[in-house]
């Protein structure tokens, strides 16, 4: 582990991290990784990928939109994929040997957005079982508390899986089978829960588990909300099928994996330890 990933990641996050399934991260990016994602979410914006999203409705204010597994198409996103100390801080906050890069996910809520991202936890979306996981949130503008993401703390410990709920309208993936419970209704019975949000500066970071429970508010103020979240696997996470269509949609992009196996290919290059990297599809 370098001096730079023990200097931005300290003991005290990593401990947080492990216990709550979250932790903010300040000022972990400098200006110039901020500025080439910016770069790169203009271009997304501008050339969406082919699973784009727009979640307003055509009569709504504002702009939801989101897009994801484009970072082997723009090069900003590919170069601080591989480039950043992301890869690095990741293995540190999972406690891993090693960090492959999973995907990443822009979510840009434009001024007057009304739509609210509902409460979920991401591991039921994924092709992938395992603790070791941790996506960081990075906004590229500031985020007042009230619009920030918010999390309840401890979720990731709670042994459950919850429905995958879509966006647009909150409603649950049709998945057959046993083992997924609704999510709980936690905006109507706040005081239950441990809600953990803060106020974020571009060069800050939210980190969370795959299996922590967090939903994002609407964006009724004049300021953008421009989030890219960098998603990362660590050493026990493997390869799983869910009971119904998983998103991203690996199994339909070309990746050929059984259950139990190690994610292996071109789209999940092991990025920590660096002499890792190139071994990373091999493996």
């Known amino acids: 582990m370098s001096r730079d990933a023990q200097t931005l990641i300290s003991d005290d996050d990593v401990e947080r991290f492990q216990r ?15 500025d080439r994602l910016a770069q790169g979410i203009e271009r997304n914006l501008r050339l969406p990928g082919p699973m784009a999203i ?37 293995a540190r906050l999972m406690g891993s040997e090693r960090a492959q890069f999973f995907h990443e996910h822009v979510l840009v809520k434009e001024p007057g957005t009304a739509e609210p991202t509902p409460w979920h936890h991401d591991l039921p979306y994924y092709c992938v079982d395992g603790d070791d996981t941790v996506s960081f949130w990075t906004p590229m503008d500031p985020v ?12 990731h410990r709670w042994g459950k899986l919850f ?28 005081g239950d829960y441990d809600i953990l949000s803060w106020s974020l ?10 299996k922590t429970l967090h939903s994002a508010p609407p964006n009724p103020g004049p300021g953008r909300r421009r989030g890219f979240a960098h998603r990362w696997l660590g050493d026990d996470v493997r390869f799983c099928e869910r009971p119904g269509k998983s998103s991203p949609p690996f199994p339909e992009m070309g990746v050929d994996l059984k259950p139990g196996d190690r994610m292996e290919g071109e789209w999940f290059p092991v ?7 190139e071994e990373g599809a091999a493996e």
């Open 20 to 34: 709550d399934g979250v932790v903010v991260l300040r000022q972990i990016f400098t200006q110039d990784w901020l």
């Open 163 to 190: 429905y995958p709920r879509m966006f647009k309208d909150g409603e649950n993936y049709d998945y057959k089978g046993a083992g997924y419970e609704p999510v709980p209704d936690i905006e109507g019975n706040p």
């Open 271 to 277: 990025i920590w330890p660096p002499q890792l990297e």
């Open 201 to 210: 500066e571009p060069g800050d970071a939210v980190a969370f588990n795959y």
């Open 144 to 155: 007042p508390e009230q619009v920030c993401p918010k999390f309840v703390a401890g979720s």
């Open 54 to 90: 727009h979640y307003t409705g055509e009569d709504s204010p504002g702009r939801f939109f989101g897009d994801y597994c484009n970072w082997r198409r723009i090069p900003q996103y590919r170069y601080f994929v591989t480039r950043s100390p992301a890869a690095e801080m990741a």
